[in-house]
Protein backbone atom coordinates (compact mmCIF):
# COMPACT_ATOMS: atom_id res chain seq x y z
CA UNK A 1 0.00 0.00 0.00
CA UNK A 2 1.17 3.42 -0.60
CA UNK A 3 0.59 6.38 1.41
CA UNK A 4 0.00 10.05 -0.32
CA UNK A 5 0.34 13.00 2.00
CA UNK A 6 0.02 16.99 0.80
CA UNK A 7 1.62 19.93 2.16
CA UNK A 8 1.90 23.71 1.42
CA UNK A 9 -1.49 24.52 1.08
CA UNK A 10 -2.70 27.76 3.04
CA UNK A 11 -4.37 31.17 2.68
CA UNK A 12 -2.51 33.64 0.11
CA UNK A 13 -3.22 37.17 -1.47
CA UNK A 14 -4.08 37.31 -4.92
CA UNK A 15 -0.48 37.62 -6.73
CA UNK A 16 1.35 35.51 -3.87
CA UNK A 17 3.06 32.12 -4.01
CA UNK A 18 2.55 28.43 -2.59
CA UNK A 19 4.36 25.30 -3.02
CA UNK A 20 2.28 22.45 -2.41
CA UNK A 21 4.38 19.26 -1.57
CA UNK A 22 3.20 15.81 -2.19
CA UNK A 23 4.84 12.66 -0.35
CA UNK A 24 4.09 8.87 -1.11
CA UNK A 25 5.25 6.54 1.54
CA UNK A 26 4.75 2.51 2.22
CA UNK A 27 5.95 -0.38 -0.45
CA UNK A 28 9.19 0.72 -2.94
CA UNK A 29 7.84 3.13 -5.67
CA UNK A 30 9.85 1.70 -8.44
CA UNK A 31 8.69 3.51 -11.13
CA UNK A 32 5.44 6.02 -11.13
CA UNK A 33 4.51 9.28 -12.55
CA UNK A 34 2.25 11.74 -10.78
CA UNK A 35 -0.01 14.48 -11.29
CA UNK A 36 -1.78 17.23 -9.31
CA UNK A 37 -5.63 17.62 -9.42
CA UNK A 38 -7.82 20.22 -7.65
CA UNK A 39 -11.32 20.59 -7.03
CA UNK A 40 -13.52 23.60 -6.00
CA UNK A 41 -16.66 24.10 -4.33
CA UNK A 42 -19.74 22.83 -6.22
CA UNK A 43 -17.03 21.72 -9.28
CA UNK A 44 -15.04 18.86 -10.37
CA UNK A 45 -12.11 17.57 -10.10
CA UNK A 46 -9.57 18.51 -13.29
CA UNK A 47 -6.36 17.95 -13.41
CA UNK A 48 -4.01 20.94 -13.02
CA UNK A 49 -0.15 19.52 -13.90
CA UNK A 50 0.95 15.72 -14.53
CA UNK A 51 4.33 14.72 -14.69
CA UNK A 52 5.86 11.71 -16.52
CA UNK A 53 8.47 9.20 -14.63
CA UNK A 54 11.30 10.31 -16.33
CA UNK A 55 10.70 14.23 -15.65
CA UNK A 56 11.28 14.72 -19.06
CA UNK A 57 7.16 15.40 -19.79
CA UNK A 58 4.89 17.49 -17.97
CA UNK A 59 1.22 18.71 -19.20
CA UNK A 60 -0.51 21.83 -17.51
CA UNK A 61 -4.04 23.06 -17.66
CA UNK A 62 -4.29 25.94 -19.72
CA UNK A 63 -5.44 27.76 -16.74
CA UNK A 64 -2.05 27.81 -15.23
CA UNK A 65 0.04 27.10 -17.75
CA UNK A 66 2.97 29.79 -17.32
CA UNK A 67 2.00 30.18 -13.46
CA UNK A 68 2.65 26.73 -12.27
CA UNK A 69 6.11 24.59 -12.25
CA UNK A 70 5.27 20.90 -11.61
CA UNK A 71 8.74 19.11 -10.65
CA UNK A 72 9.49 15.32 -8.56
CA UNK A 73 12.04 14.43 -6.69
CA UNK A 74 12.30 10.45 -7.01
CA UNK A 75 15.36 10.30 -4.13
CA UNK A 76 12.52 10.91 -1.90
CA UNK A 77 9.52 9.54 -3.77
CA UNK A 78 8.14 13.33 -3.48
CA UNK A 79 6.37 15.69 -6.23
CA UNK A 80 5.87 19.23 -5.78
CA UNK A 81 3.70 22.00 -7.33
CA UNK A 82 5.11 25.75 -7.33
CA UNK A 83 1.96 28.11 -7.80
CA UNK A 84 3.14 31.63 -8.96
CA UNK A 85 0.71 34.64 -9.54
CA UNK A 86 -2.15 32.81 -7.61
CA UNK A 87 -5.70 33.98 -8.71
CA UNK A 88 -9.00 33.78 -6.48
CA UNK A 89 -9.97 31.11 -9.43
CA UNK A 90 -6.97 28.80 -8.26
CA UNK A 91 -8.99 28.38 -4.49
CA UNK A 92 -9.53 24.92 -4.85
CA UNK A 93 -8.63 21.73 -2.43
CA UNK A 94 -5.61 20.32 -4.12
CA UNK A 95 -5.33 16.66 -4.74
CA UNK A 96 -1.82 15.01 -5.15
CA UNK A 97 -2.16 11.59 -7.67
CA UNK A 98 0.64 8.47 -8.19
CA UNK A 99 0.13 6.07 -10.54
CA UNK A 100 2.18 3.07 -10.12
CA UNK A 101 2.20 0.21 -12.58
CA UNK A 102 4.58 -1.88 -14.76
CA UNK A 103 5.44 -1.66 -17.13
CA UNK A 104 5.74 2.54 -16.56
CA UNK A 105 6.70 4.21 -19.72
CA UNK A 106 9.44 6.71 -18.54
CA UNK A 107 8.04 9.38 -21.15
CA UNK A 108 3.92 9.34 -20.37
CA UNK A 109 1.87 11.98 -18.03
CA UNK A 110 -1.09 10.91 -17.49
CA UNK A 111 -4.24 13.81 -17.10
CA UNK A 112 -7.45 11.17 -16.26
CA UNK A 113 -8.04 11.01 -12.47
CA UNK A 114 -8.91 6.92 -13.49
CA UNK A 115 -5.14 6.49 -14.37
CA UNK A 116 -4.03 6.96 -10.87
CA UNK A 117 -3.77 4.26 -8.17
CA UNK A 118 -3.12 6.48 -4.87
CA UNK A 119 -4.81 9.76 -3.65
CA UNK A 120 -4.09 12.17 -1.13
CA UNK A 121 -6.03 14.13 1.57
CA UNK A 122 -5.88 17.14 -0.24
CA UNK A 123 -4.61 20.64 0.80
CA UNK A 124 -6.53 23.32 0.79
CA UNK A 125 -5.59 26.51 -1.14
CA UNK A 126 -7.17 30.05 -0.73
CA UNK A 127 -6.73 33.39 -2.82
CA UNK A 128 -7.93 36.13 -0.97
CA UNK A 129 -8.36 39.27 -3.73
Known amino acids: QVKVVESGGGLVQAGGSLRLACDAS????????MGWFRQAPGKRREIVAA????????YYADSVKARFIISTEHAKNTAYLQMSSLKPEDTAVYYCAVRSRSPMPSSTYYVGAGAYDYWGQGTQVTVSS
Open 51 to 58: ISWSGTRS
Open 26 to 33: GRALDTYA
